[in-house]
T-cell receptor
Framework: AQSVTQPDIHITVSEGASLELRCNYS??????LFWYVQSPGQGLQLLLK??????LVQGIKGFEAEFKRSQSSFNLRKPSVHWSDAAEYFC???????????FGAGTILRVKS | GAVVSQHPSRVICKSGTSVKIECRSL??????MFWYRQFPKKSLMLMAT?????????EQGVEKDKFLINHASLTLSTLTVTSAHPEDSSFYIC???????????????????FGPGTRLTVL
């Protein structure tokens, strides 16, 4: 069965520090992987996606993620966090053709000054 | 491009009434739209997949008679919460998938674009 695990419910980092949010997935075929960000009371904004090719993908707002098939992981990183990055982050996995997305439980990021 | 809107953004209604939520793809055609429900401090739960011109496919445990979905055009899907009760209070989010690729309708990717959500409060 498809599943996504985000092991960290909450993460707190200092402004300017680096960030890594973990995501592990279980999927029976070639996965399509996504990271979304949600601010309180808002919808989801796509940060980046991986379909194929280069396993290190760049997204918006300075985020990047690396697909590691051997570890079934797709961790999100940012070298220097800004206070405006405080939000909830969701990892999702889906298939290539018409399949639904399965979301992880989310990680709430807090940024301290 | 790829903007999805939802209306209303917030609605408060009395118990027993029905509420309709609209989801529109503003600058692209979406043959498939999805409806999610998000409980406080929880992830998104897929309720149903809506395909234009056909009946929606509901996830297990979602009452199809309670949550009516209509996808009448390539840019509009509606979710109607019938006889709403306080336990239906939630944040409802729709998404739309861009149809690309072969003329037969297959997809080259599975990217979904999300609406801003609708906060439903049932008193």
């Amino acid at each position: 069965a498809q599943s996504v695990t985000q092991p960290d419910i909450h993460i707190t980092v200092s402004e300017g520090a680096s960030l890594e949010l973990r995501c592990n997935y279980s999927y029976g075929a070639t996965p399509y992987l996504f990271w979304y960000v949600q601010s309180p009371g808002q919808g989801l904004q796509l940060l980046l996606k991986y379909f194929s090719g280069d396993t290190l993908v760049q997204g918006i707002k300075g985020f990047e993620a690396e697909f590691k098939r051997s570890q079934s992981s797709f961790n999100l990183r940012k070298p220097s966090v800004h206070w405006s990055d405080a939000a909830e982050y969701f990892c999702a996995v889906g298939g290539a053709y018409g399949n639904k997305l399965v979301f992880g439980a989310g990680t709430i990021l807090r940024v301290k000054s | 491009g790829a903007v999805v809107s939802q209306h209303p953004s917030r609605v408060i209604c009395k118990s027993g009434t029905s509420v309709k939520i609209e989801c529109r793809s503003l600058d692209f055609q979406a043959t498939t739209m999805f409806w999610y429900r998000q409980f406080p401090k929880k992830s998104l739960m897929l309720m149903a997949t809506s395909n234009e011109g056909s009946k929606a496919t509901y996830e297990q445990g979602v009452e199809k008679d309670k949550f009516l979905i209509n996808h009448a055009s390539l840019t509009l899907s509606t979710l109607t919460v019938t006889s709403a009760h306080p336990e239906d209070s939630s944040f409802y989010i729709c998404s739309a998938r861009v149809a690309t690729g072969k003329p037969g309708g297959s997809f080259t990717n599975n990217e979904q674009f999300f609406g801003p959500g609708t906060r439903l409060t049932v008193l």
